[in-house]
């Protein structure tokens, strides 16, 4: 997969410079994969000793390792192609597979500002309602207020503390409102 996608890379990069270093590319790219594929570090090592392969999958992998980087972005091609694969650009593939065995980090932001919603009240408690309104929002003249109380559900404040939030919603449940807190 590594290999397909330095491929991939190096194709695009002669493509946008110059079509005439492309033969340069043809000549060179079976000593790269020669090179990449003979490497052996630790990892590769202990991966290929407890592993075991089909002879097809070593065919292929003998196969793909002869090809210059040229074919080997041609196979790449038809492989999306036939299996409808999208690209996928490589930060975003690497941001969503997290590294083997770390757990995923999860920005959870405290909500620090809220909002306040009358949703419904005692239709007995109307008029007390109404005014507990005009004193948590002084500007409002006592029809708006009406109008905002008979218009559920309802905006109150925004923007507002946690605890002043739930300082108005204890005062105007207590009067016989139902609010919630988003």
């Known amino acids: 997969m590594y290999a397909s996608r330095v491929a991939l890379r190096t194709l695009k ?6 079509l005439g270093r492309a033969s340069v590319l043809r000549t060179q790219a079976p000593v790269v994969a020669t090179r990449f ?6 990892t590769r090592e202990e991966a290929s000793a407890d592993k075991t392969y089909s002879p097809k999958v070593e065919s ?8 210059t980087l040229l074919e080997v972005a041609d196979l ?3 492989l999306k192609t036939r299996l409808n694969i999208s690209d996928m650009p490589v930060a975003a593939a690497v ?3 997290p590294a083997a065995g770390e757990a995923p980090a999860e920005a959870v932001e405290e909500q620090t500002e809220f909002e306040i919603k009358l949703v419904g009240f005692d239709a007995s408690s109307k008029i007390k309602i109404i005014k507990e309104v005009r004193s948590i929002l002084p500007d409002l003249k006592l029809a708006e207020a009406k109008k905002l109380v008979e218009d559920l559900p309802h905006s109150l404040k925004q923007g507002i503390t ?4 739930e300082e108005i919603k204890a005062k105007l449940e207590g009067l016989g409102g139902k609010l919630e807190i988003v």
């Open 60 to 67: 292929l992998v003998a196969d793909i390792s002869s090809m």
């Open 37 to 42: 594929f003979s490497q052996t570090t630790a």
């Open 13 to 18: 990069a002669v493509q946008a410079t110059s």
């Open 95 to 97: 941001a969503a597979a």
């Open 76 to 78: 790449v091609d038809a």
């Open 162 to 165: 946690k605890e002043e939030a």
